[in-house]
């Protein structure tokens, strides 16, 4: 089996994605990972509180049917573990898990939700920047992890997908103090290299029956996609996939391609049904950089000038209710709740977009001065 290998199976809506996955694990050959008397740690994206028709986590019949082609397997030990956004309580996941209809799913296919919530340290002998990780028990436990992610743009990293999705085995709190040590997008999604590279999911197959496009990964829109695609390779998962959606570059990509974690787009044998290519809207976030239009020889003191000013940042709306959840999620600790509502330190905001990504109530928006983005 060429592990880098990514199969994409057609799945026009949810009732048609368990004969999707059962493709996958075929496609894949994952009867060679997923072995009877094993015990397996499923990865969604749970990221927040949403209905699964908002296309912000996995929609749950994804998950069930992992769990029925794993059992056909003859494993019995499956678990499913996620660290969302906020604080890692028994209480916000359990409300996590009835929202993302993850407690009805559990009911019905009988799978364990996890409610441990104990880490321990990961480290990574490879790595690029970061030499270990606190991991949550269950994926540290498991013989094997199956990620499970959603296709989603994101406005730090412009897609979320096998890599990214592997941040939510961190838990809480500790993901902002990550942010807030890699500041940089290149630092950042090496460290999610690193991350990656020590998860090393057995397989990720990516729920992109219906994606999500504009400001995700959870204030975009959905956009219906039809297909799971899968591979045991995270890295040229996410190559194939923001090439699909036309979202290059993807800087995770740019990165593992360098660090030859994934070879080439065009060396990268695909399987199963045919995926033609359809141009998601990217984020706000990264839009065109109006000094990449001045003549070359002005750039660098344009840049300077003006980088402040074209820069996206956060900005609060009247929608906001005071909650408190940005200022939880901020690595930069510069949120503060004045008069029922979020105030930004915008001098010392390190672009990370963690606090639009978190509010429940859509109340921050990405704002760039329109002349930088025409
Ligand atoms: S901006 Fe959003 S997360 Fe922050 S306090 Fe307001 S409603 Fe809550
Ligand atoms: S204000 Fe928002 S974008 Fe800025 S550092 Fe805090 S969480 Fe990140």
Redesign the pocket.
């Known amino acids: 089996m060429n592990k880098a290998a990514a199969a994409f199976t057609a799945a026009s809506d949810y009732g048609e994605a368990e004969r999707a996955m059962e493709r996958q694990f075929e496609l894949l050959a994952l009867d060679e990972v997923f072995r009877p008397g094993m015990r397996v740690a499923l990865k969604p994206n749970l990221v927040m509180k949403r209905a699964p028709e908002r296309a912000t986590t996995t929609h749950p019949a994804v998950v069930t049917a992992a769990v029925r082609a794993l059992r056909r397997r003859g494993v019995r030990d499956i678990v499913l573990a996620e660290s969302p956004g906020g604080p890692y309580t028994r209480a916000a996941l359990e409300g996590i898990y009835a929202a993302c209809g993850m407690a009805d799913a559990a009911r019905e296919a009988d799978f364990r939700l996890n409610t441990d919530m104990s880490s321990d340290t990961l480290t990574c002998e490879t790595f690029l920047r970061c030499a270990s990780f606190p991991v949550i028990r269950p994926i540290l436990e498991a013989d094997a992890v199956l990620n499970l992610p959603k296709l989603k743009t994101h406005g730090m990293t412009t897609m979320s997908a096998a890599v990214k999705n592997l941040f939510g085995c961190v838990p809480g709190l500790q993901k902002p103090e990550l942010h807030y040590r890699y500041r940089q997008e290149d630092a950042f999604c090496e460290m999610l290299l690193d991350l990656a590279q020590a998860v090393g999911p057995a397989a990720s197959i990516v729920d992109a029956v219906v994606s999500m496009e504009r400001d995700g990964p959870s204030g975009g829109t959905p956009k219906r996609t039809g297909f799971l695609a899968g591979s045991r390779n995270p890295f040229a998962l996410d190559a194939v996939l923001a090439d699909f959606a036309r979202l290059s570059p993807v800087e995770t990509v740019r990165l593992s391609l360098a660090h030859g974690l994934t070879p080439p787009l065009e060396e990268i044998e695909r399987l199963g049904d045919e995926a033609v290519g359809v141009a998601f809207v990217p984020p706000r976030t990264k839009s065109l950089d109006f000094l990449d239009r001045l003549p070359r020889p002005l750039r660098p003191a344009a840049r300077s000038a003006v980088k402040r000013l074209a820069e996206a940042r956060?900005e609060v709306t009247r929608r906001c209710v005071g909650c408190g959840k940005?200022a939880e999620?901020?690595?930069?600790h510069?949120?503060r709740i004045e008069r029922g509502r979020a105030v930004?330190d915008r001098m010392n905001?390190?672009?990370?977009?963690?606090?639009h990504e978190m509010c429940p109530a859509g109340a921050i928006r990405i704002r760039r001065l329109r002349i930088f983005s025409l």
Do not use: M, Q, W
């Not at 999620?329 to 930069?332: E, F, K, L, V, Y």
């Not at 905001?349 to 606090?355: E, S, T, V």
């Open positions: 956060p940005c999620s901020c690595p930069a510069i949120i930004i905001c390190i672009r990370c977009f963690c606090c």
